[in-house]
C-alpha cells in the first residue's frame, strides 16, 4: 500500500472513532466504549466500542461502520507516530466482521435479494460453536488479544475469554515454530486482525463437543483494521492458518444461491456436514454490481429504504455495502440446540437448588416431552450419581451427562418419553374450527413483538387494547376479537390479561360464538425474583421510548411504578382458564420466545413449521416494530408535559435509594432454615413471619434515605445520578450472614462491586457513588420481614450495625438477662446483584 493510500486509511478511521465518541456522547444507549489497560502494555490504554445490537437492523444506519467488535487507541503526537496531525490521531487495533444476520432475517438477506445483490463464489465456512478471539499487532513487535468487547482479566471472571485465547496462541505458535513477535510483525505490516474461535471444552463448554486434537484456537478470519468491511477469502486464511498453528476452519464452494440454499436445507434434516453435528454455517461473498448502487459504505448507511435502481426495483433490500464488498450472511439450525440449552439451564436450576427447596425452573422449558424425561432422569441421577456434575456450574461436564441421557433413552431398559396425560388427549377429541391466541402477560414482556411476528408467519388475525381509544375500552376490544374471528380461523388477542378478570370476560364473551372457539395461552407467568422481571421490563420498555400507545418511558422514569403495579397485582393462569398452554420465558429474548411460539403453536393447531427463511423475516419485522404516535398523540403529549411543569411539586422525589436484589428471598432463607434445628432462634422468628405472610414482597438494600439529608448529601446526589441513568450500572454483592433476633430478621450484605460479568463495560458513575457510600458499608443489608407490623423494619438496620460492632461473628448472643441481642448463621456462596433505583415506598 503506498504512503498516500496509508494516509487516507488513518484519516479514515480516526474521523470514524471521531464519529463513535459523537454518537456515545449523544446517546449511551446507542454507543458505548470502555477503557482497557493493554496486557503488555500496561500504560497504552484500549478502547472497545460496543453497539446497540437492535440497532444494527435499522436502515438508515444510526452508526458509522456496522462493525460488531472493534479496539482502539489514541497516539499522542509525542509518540512519534509518522504521519500524525494535531496532537494525535485515534487508530484502530483490532476490528471483528461486520454485524451478519440469519437468512430472512433482514430484507437483504432473503434468498432472493441474495440472488439480486450477491455475486459467486460462496464459501459456506462451518459455524464454529466457542466464543471469537481476536489477534492484532499493538506494536511491530507485541500482540493483543481481545474477546468481542474486551481484553485482559475480568473482575469475577479468571481466568477471562481473552486470557485463554492468548494461552491457545502461544501453544500454537510454538508448535508451528513461530514467536508472538513473528506473528505481531506480520500482522502489523499487513495491518490486519486475525479472528479465531476459542473452542476448549476444558474452560467453557458450549453445545457441541471438541475432541483434543480439534481444540484451540481456529481461525475463520483475516479483517483489515479499517472501518470499511474488508476480509480475506477462505483458502487464503486457511493457507494462513496452517502457516501460523491455528486449527484451519472447513469450507465448501458453490457457484449459485440456488445451490447454498439446496445444500443448507439438506444438511438441517440430520444437522450433521460430514457426519458431524453443526450448528450452521456463515456464507461469504461478494456485492454485485447494480444500476444506482452506492458507491461507497458512508453513502449506502444512509440509503434510506426506498430508493430504486435505473430498473425500477426497489433497493430496500439491497445489503448496506458498495459493490465488490465483502458480504457475510448466516444459515443457523436452531434445533436441537434450543433443547439442549433448556437442559443445561434446568440441570443448573437443580444443582443450586437450597437443600429442601424446589428448584426454579422456568415451565417454558418443561414443553417438550423429551425435556420432561430429562428432568426424571436428573432428579434421579442428582441423587445416585451427583458427583458427575461436580463442576457443571463451571460449564463443565454439559456435554458428557447430556450424552449419557441420550444413551440412557436408547437403552431398552431406559424410559421411553411420558404418554400424553388423560386431560390433554380429552382436549384434543374436541373440535375446534377457531382458534383466540391469549396472551398472559405484562408490559415489557414483548407479547406485541410477537403478535406481529405470528401475524407475518400465519396470517392470523391480531387486535390490540392498547389502539382502542375509548373510556370503556373493553367491550370494543372484545368485539374486535369477534370481528376478526369472522375473517380469521386465528385471531390475536393482544392485551396483558395479567388479571383473571380479563380472562373470564373474555372466555364468557367467546361461549356464545359459533364455531366453537378454542383459547390457547401464551404464558408468561412471573416465576422469577420481582426485581429481575421489573428490570428486564423496565429496560424493553425503556428501549421503546415514546413509540407506544400508553406506557411510554420518561426522564422520571414513571414507567417503574406501572411495571410494580403490574407485577404486584398479575394473577397466575390456572389451566382450567384455556384450553392449552404454551409457556413462554420473560428472561429470553425474542427470538427464543418466538420460537417457543411457533413451536407450540404448530403442535397445536397441527400447521407446518415456517421455513428458517419466513422465521428470519417475522423476527426481522418484530425486532423493528414500534408502535409510531401519530402527530396528535405527540402534541397532546407535549401540552401534558408543559402543564406538568407547571404544577408545583409535580416531580415525586424518592423517599429513599436503594439496590433491588434480584433474588428469590424465600428461597434463600428456606435454604438456610432447612439445616436448623426447630428451637433455633431464626427457625421460631421465620416461622412467625412466614405465617403472618410478612416476609418482604419488594426487598431492597437501602442506600440513603431522605431522612438522611442534608448530612448524606453526597450520597443522594451520587445515587440519583445512577437512577437517571438511560442505561443504569448493575451491582453484584455478596450475602454472607443471615442475622435475627425475636423481632426483625436481616441479610447481612458485603462485597458490594461494579457487575461486569455481563459485558465489561465501566461506568464514570460508579467511582463518586462507591467514594460516597464507603463509609456507610456497614449498614448494608436486606429486610427480610418483621415479626408484628408494629415493628419499624429500621430495627433491621440497628440489628446489623451492633452486630457488626460486636465482630459480625456467627453464633447466637444474649446479654445478661438472657434476652436474645442477636443470633447470627453464616450463607455459603450467595450472591445478588441489582440496580440502584429511586424509591418512593
Known sequence: MSNSSTEAVL?????????????????????????????????MMICSWKMNEFKYYEVPSPFPTLARGLFSRWIAEAEGEEGAGGVGRHVIIARGYDKFFNIGEVPWTNWAALETHTVPPYDLTLKSNGCIVFIAALTPSKLIVTSKHSLGPIQGQFPSHAQVGEKWLRIQLEKA?????????KLWETNE???????????????????EEVTGLHLHGINKRSGAFQTQSPSQVQEFAREWGFIPTPFITFKTVAEVRSFSEEISKSGKWNNQPIEGFVVRTYIAQTPDAPASTEEVLNVTGEKKNQTGRSLKDAPPYPPGSSFFFKVKFDEPYMMYRDWREITKSMLTAKPGTEPRISKAKLNRPETKLYKQWLENELKTNRGAFAEYTHNKGIISNRERFLKWCEDPKGEKLPPTQEKVDQKKVQKFEKTVIVPIAIPGC??????????????FGHTQSDDVKAKRPAPIFLKNVADLLRKHDVVIADKNNHLGQHRSTLREALTKFRPRVRLIALNWSLEQPPAMIHRTCSDRVQIRGENHQSLRADEKKSHEEVLWMFIDKSEPLSESEVDDIIEMDIEEDLEANLMRAVEGLCRILEIPRPSEEKLGEALALATNYAYRPT????????????????????TKLPRYFGILPEIDLKQVIDGAISSMDTENPATKLYKVINSKNRIASRPHITIVHSKSLPAEQPLWD?????????????????????VCNERVMALSVVDMNRDTTQDGEEDSSVTPFFKALTPFFNRLHITVGTADRDINPLEAKYLIEEWRRAGANEGVHRDENGRLKWAAFKLHNTWGRGRVKGLLS
Open 11 to 43: 484519516d479514515s478511521n480516526h474521523e470514524l472513532i471521531n464519529a463513535l465518541q459523537r454518537l456515545s456522547k449523544k446517546s449511551s444507549k446507542l454507543v458505548r466504549s470502555s477503557t482497557y489497560p493493554a496486557p503488555a502494555e500496561p500504560n
Open 177 to 185: 515454530g513461530k514467536t508472538e513477535e513473528d506473528l505481531a510483525k
Open 193 to 211: 486482525t486475525a479472528v479465531a474461535e476459542l473452542c476448549d471444552d476444558s474452560f467453557e463448554e458450549h453445545v457441541l463437543p471438541y475432541s
Open 446 to 459: 414483548g407479547k406485541t413483538s410477537i403478535a406481529v411476528a405470528l401475524k407475518h408467519l400465519f396470517n
Open 631 to 650: 402527530k396528535q398523540e405527540v402534541t397532546k403529549a407535549k401540552k401534558e408535559k408543559e402543564v406538568e411543569k407547571e404544577k408545583k411539586g409535580d
Open 718 to 738: 451520587s445515587a440519583m445520578v445512577l437512577h437517571r441513568a438511560s442505561s443504569p450500572p448493575t451491582f453484584k454483592f455478596k450475602i454472607d450472614y443471615l
